[in-house]
């Protein structure tokens, strides 16, 4: 049974407008702030039943809430106690539903539920850099501003990194939010978003918790319920564990969602926490590439550089203050090209006397002549042609003159088919020096192969009617996706894309095998060979 609300305090400066909500130890109000003028909430602990505990969770919550700035945590403006004794908090008021109204009215669609994931995963990845565990993150703590952004809000719970968590006694599952029907109340968590370690006598969570709970709130904004809830069955709070613990998601009747987005929320909501996203930004990295699949632009990952490097000083003794120009790395789109040598002329001009010698003729840049005769060789000069056969040289006077007139005839017969010889097909160049030619920067760059996927497991997940696959991506590029096809006679040769690591195929009978081939794909070419896996 819900309680009555207190009354709003008296705070200078500002004017009371109307309640906006109630919660287990504080309820929440609309002020008009005078200067500067605005409109704030303000949340005011309740004095009845005022612990020392409660009173410190108050405190740490508006230390911590202080410690975080990011567009898409709510902002803390002031922190003080009332007339009448009172600690209260005065925060951003943002006049959009929250998102446990928004999915209650009409699920998400699937394009603002990757927004919003992806978006509230940089705003989770900056309290975890901060080091700050949310542990109750669900739609109802997600508010909304005009513009339909997320904001998180209600870090009344919230515990460092290295804390200790007391022992789990009580769990509160508001039935307004969760779709439950038990209304048991503490300060613990909400059951139907909390991870399997939170119920642990001696709870550890960590910053894969709040990864968890993230997963489950997209899920719950798409699906219109949450993950573990079951439509005309019992889902009560001890339900509601048992199925987290044992991993039961319940299936998503949405048509329009992507099996790569259902995949990526299964991780997230892995009952082994060592099965899930390492950390947000991971699960929000996740969510843009389905985005990618999808052909939408990636949303932006909000996560501010906490940790600024120290300024270089300047060495040459210029002034501290002078402004720098750093320099620009330029980065190639290609390798330079290469430039070649002139390629040696066929025969040497003839304005360039060449020198006999006794063995060969030898062309500039070194290319041999090949296919003269053994007898003797041709050596060709400026205005008068030689010939050395069989080591005699040629004959002097008239007689001489006819005898080398007509020597040179034949030399010049005989020289003609030599050069006709090496004017034609050129012989193969072997291997090695084939390998070893500069490239000329015409031919086409080498492509480096695709790499095939490595299987991590196969098998049946525990309903015993899905088989999941699950492999890796050694070495992968960071655009790299995925083809799958099934090769066991079902939907053979029809190949699904992906963009994760996982594939559940669901509805199969007992006692199937169900095979399939997977292939990277990368820069629109799959890899040679697929890695072929089979369930069981």
């Known amino acids: ?17 109307r309640e906006l909500g109630s919660g287990g130890f504080s309820d929440v109000y609309l002020y008009d702030q005078a200067l500067p003028k ?7 602990l309740l004095t009845q039943g005022l612990t020392a505990a409660s009173q410190a969770a108050f405190v740490a919550e508006a230390n911590l809430m202080a410690q975080l700035s990011h567009p898409y945590i ?9 007339d009448d004794g009172r600690p209260y908090l005065i925060m951003e008021y943002l006049a959009g539903r929250t998102l446990s109204e928004q999915y209650k009215l009409q699920p998400l669609s699937v394009v603002d539920a990757l927004r919003t994931g992806i978006r509230l995963s940089g705003a989770i990845a900056t309290a975890h850099a901060a080091g700050v565990l949310h542990r109750d993150i669900k739609p109802a703590n997600v508010l909304t501003n005009d513009y ?43 059951v139907p978003w909390s991870p399997p370690e939170m119920f642990d006598d001696d709870p550890k969570p960590d910053i894969r918790s709040d990864v968890f709970s993230l997963a489950a709130t997209v899920y719950t904004v798409l699906a219109g319920r949450t993950p573990f809830e079951v439509a005309g069955r019992p889902n009560q709070a001890l339900d509601l564990i048992s199925r987290i613990e044992r991993g039961a998601i319940t299936p998503m ?10 995949a990526v929320l299964r991780k997230g909501m892995a009952t082994d926490r060592d099965a899930r996203f390492a950390t947000a930004v991971d699960f929000a990295r996740a969510l843009q590439r389905v985005e990618l699949e999808l052909s ?8 501010p550089n906490l940790h600024v490097p120290e300024p270089v000083r300047p060495a040459d003794g210029a002034p501290e203050d002078a402004t720098r120009a750093r ?29 006999p010698t006794p063995n060969s003729y030898v062309a500039p840049e070194a290319t041999v002549m090949r296919g003269a005769p053994a007898e003797g060789t041709v050596h060709r000069e400026s205005g008068a042609v030689s010939a050395a056969v069989g080591g005699t040289a040629a004959p002097k006077g008239k007689i001489g003159l006819f005898v080398g007139i007509g020597a040179a005839a034949v030399v010049l017969v005989v020289g003609g088919i030599l050069l006709a010889s090496n004017i034609g097909p050129t012989p193969q160049t072997p291997q090695a020096e084939q390998s070893e030619a500069p490239s000329d920067g015409n031919s086409s760059p080498v492509t480096e192969a695709v790499p095939t996927p490595v299987l991590v497991s196969a098998g049946f997940t525990q309903d015993g009617a899905t088989a999941q696959f699950v492999w890796s991506n050694p070495g992968g590029a960071a655009d790299d996706t995925f083809v799958w096809q099934r090769t066991d006679g079902a939907n053979e040769g029809t190949r699904t894309p992906t963009s994760d690591t996982l594939v559940d195929i669901p509805g199969i009978a007992a006692g199937t095998t169900v095979c399939i081939d997977i292939y990277v794909r990368r820069g629109g070419q799959l890899s040679p060979e697929p890695l072929a896996a089979c369930a069981p």
């Open 327 to 355: 320099g620009v790395t330029t980065v190639a789109a290609q390798a330079p090209l290469v430039a070649l040598p002139p390629r040696a002329p066929l025969s040497p001009p003839q304005s360039t006397p060449i020198q």
């Open 148 to 190: 339909g952004w997320p904001a998180l809000t209600d870090f009344g719970i919230a515990s460092a990194l290295e804390d200790d968590l007391p022992a789990l006694t009580t769990t509160r599952i508001p039935s307004s939010d969760s779709g439950a029907t038990t209304g048991s109340q503490s300060v613990g968590m909400s």
């Open 253 to 262: 009747e949405r048509t329009d969602v992507p099996a790569s987005l259902l």
């Open 1 to 17: 049974m819900s309680r009555r609300s207190s009354v709003p305090p008296q705070l200078k400066g500002f004017t009371f407008v």
């Open 38 to 44: 605005r409109r704030v909430a303000v949340k005011v």
């Open 74 to 82: 709510v902002k803390i403006y002031h922190a003080d106690v009332s």
């Open 296 to 303: 939408y632009s990636p949303t932006p990952i909000e996560v």
